[in-house]
């Protein structure tokens, strides 16, 4: 048995054990491939870097644990974005998961970089209630909360929420979906687009063709579209984290598939060839006899 009908019968497992090892190496030693900016990540940085030093940026995180790998690395580079530029941010939660999701990302990194919570930023935690409670944000921001923050604490008792009253009153409204139906775009019709408060969105790579439609009109201030939209961010915020790393494992494994394809494909030649050389010479030698 030569090297191709070997590969061809190779026990699957071994194609898992390569998969393996080659996601883990870059996850151990990133490599740092190039990632080409988009536009639609290049928007959302911008809009981001117009908002006026102190000024407010609201950030609802509507996803769960299913989708933090991708989620997760643009909540950290939005938050991290937001305090080198010295802005205040509100986050808060529609689903059920949101709430934990965002403050286990959020409060190591806030004491990585030295920000004081109620005074910098806050997390209000899940308030239910969907387009309902985006309507009372507008009439009445603590009501809509509950009057507390997430671990139940009064939000009178915050700096961070002095005078906001109402979502309105927000200098940005940052959006992380991953959710349907979208609450991105329940915000554009009850606040972005009414009030003209800006909206930019980051979402799951499954949820970009639902949501493109709004950045391509005009919507949408920015859009992160998934791991590859949060590894632009860190890029462009100078900030390299899971995403990057994320995208190298990505690209390592994509490389795999391609070769194992092309061996795949030179066995099945090269074992055909053989098998045909074989014939012919069975032919040939009945011949002679």
Same mark, same amino acid.
């Given at each position: 048995? /030569?090297?191709?009908?070997?590969?061809?019968?190779? /026990?699957?497992?071994?194609?898992?054990?390569?998969?393996?090892?080659?996601?883990?190496?870059?996850?151990?030693?990133?490599?740092?491939?190039?990632?080409?900016?988009?536009?639609?990540?290049?928007?959302?940085?911008?809009?981001?870097?117009?908002?006026?030093?102190?000024?407010?940026?609201?950030?609802?995180?509507?996803?769960?644990?299913?989708?933090?790998?991708?989620?997760?690395?643009?909540?950290?580079?939005?938050?991290?974005?937001?305090?080198?530029?010295?802005?205040?941010?509100?986050?808060?939660?529609?689903?059920?998961?949101?709430?934990?999701?965002?403050?286990? &990302?959020?409060?190591?990194?806030?004491?990585?970089?030295?920000?004081?919570?109620?005074? /910098?930023?806050?997390?209000?935690?899940?308030? +239910?209630?969907?387009?309902?409670?985006?309507?009372?944000? &507008?009439?009445?921001?603590?009501?809509?909360?509950?009057?507390?923050?997430?671990?139940?604490?009064?939000?009178?008792?915050? +700096?961070?929420?002095?005078?906001?009253?109402?979502?309105?009153?927000?200098?940005?409204?940052?959006?992380? &979906?991953?959710?349907? +139906?979208?609450?991105?775009?329940?915000?554009?019709?009850?606040?972005?687009?009414?009030?003209? #408060?800006?909206?930019?969105?980051?979402?799951?790579? &499954?949820?970009?063709?639902?949501?493109?439609?709004?950045?391509?009109?005009?919507?949408?201030?920015?859009?992160?579209?998934?791991?590859?939209?949060?590894?632009?961010?860190?890029?462009? #915020?100078?900030? +390299?984290?899971?995403?990057?790393?994320?995208?190298?494992?990505?690209?390592?494994?994509?490389?795999?598939?391609?070769?194992?394809?092309?061996?795949?494909?030179?066995?099945?030649?090269?074992?055909?060839?053989?098998?045909?050389?074989?014939?012919?010479?069975?032919?040939?030698?009945?011949?002679?006899?």
């Amino acid at each position: 048995m /030569d090297i191709w009908e070997r590969l061809q019968n190779l /026990d699957r497992r071994w194609y898992y054990i390569f998969l393996l090892v080659v996601i883990s190496w870059p996850i151990v030693k990133p490599w740092g491939l190039p990632i080409k900016i988009g536009a639609e990540t290049r928007k959302f940085f911008d809009t981001v870097e117009k908002v006026p030093q102190g000024g407010t940026v609201v950030v609802d995180v509507e996803y769960r644990t299913d989708s933090v790998v991708e989620m997760n690395p643009m909540l950290s580079a939005v938050f991290q974005h937001a305090m080198a530029r010295r802005l205040k941010v509100i986050v808060w939660s529609g689903v059920d998961e949101g709430a934990i999701v965002s403050q286990s &990302v959020l409060k190591p990194l806030a004491e990585k970089l030295g920000v004081t919570y109620g005074v /910098d930023w806050i997390n209000l935690g899940y308030k +239910p209630g969907g387009e309902v409670t985006l309507k009372k944000m &507008v009439d009445n921001f603590y009501e809509a909360a509950a009057y507390t923050d997430i671990a139940g604490d009064p939000l009178d008792e915050f +700096p961070i929420m002095e005078g906001f009253d109402s979502i309105t009153k927000a200098d940005l409204i940052v959006s992380l &979906v991953n959710v349907t +139906p979208s609450p991105a775009q329940s915000i554009l019709k009850m606040i972005a687009i009414p009030k003209g #408060t800006p909206l930019a969105v980051g979402v799951g790579s &499954v949820a970009v063709p639902n949501e493109m439609p709004f950045f391509s009109s005009g919507h949408y201030k920015g859009l992160l579209a998934g791991l590859r939209g949060a590894a632009e961010y860190e890029l462009l #915020t100078n900030n +390299p984290g899971n995403a990057i790393m994320g995208m190298d494992a990505q690209s390592a494994a994509h490389i795999l598939v391609i070769a194992l394809i092309a061996l795949g494909n030179l066995g099945y030649f090269f074992g055909k060839r053989k098998t045909a050389l074989g014939g012919a010479g069975t032919l040939r030698g009945g011949g002679v006899s």
